[in-house]
């Protein structure tokens, strides 16, 4: 496989909002030039892309807070899926966040995405019941 693993660079930002809108990820109170706009604010080192010949073909954000570490928008091409793009993705960004010291990491996947419950058991993370709420602080 010739793909790349790399940090995020800012001429990779249309590449990457289309991956995320062909992939299902976004939604409509999410901005998502926006959201990419945030986390490069914010350890952008923990947002990584997946390239194969000059073409963005996958992406995940991680961030850590202290406490545990999260991802988010993990993401590879769907005519490219059972590739292990996905997989290099998250190994990659794991590896970075136990660089930083980080013990524990977590991801938050939509119902709606019943496919990826596989992919990441794969993986050997666990599911656990928890309840989760949000409050917006700056909109859209």
């Not at 080192?45 to 991802?71: N, Q």
């Not at 190994?91 to 938050?108: F, H, N, S, W």
């Not at 119902?111 to 917006?136: C, D, M, N, S, V």
Request: aromatic share 10%; hydrophobic share 40%.
């Amino acid at each position: 496989m010739t793909v790349e693993i790399r940090s995020f660079e800012l001429p990779d930002t249309e590449a990457v909002v289309s991956l995320w809108h062909e992939a299902g990820l976004t939604r409509p109170w999410n901005n998502p030039h926006q959201d990419i706009s945030r986390k490069l604010k914010v350890q952008p080192e923990l947002f990584l892309v997946a390239v194969d010949d000059g073409s963005v073909v996958g992406s995940v954000m991680a961030g850590y807070d202290g406490h545990r570490g999260w991802l988010y928008y993990l993401a590879s091409d769907p005519h490219r899926r059972g590739q292990g793009i996905a997989r290099r993705l998250v190994e990659t960004a794991e590896a970075r966040l136990v660089d930083m010291g980080c013990p524990k990491v977590q991801i938050m996947v939509r119902p709606e995405h019943g496919i990826a419950q596989g992919f990441y058991e794969a993986l050997e993370y666990e599911p656990f019941e928890t309840w989760t709420t949000g409050k917006r602080l700056i909109p859209d």
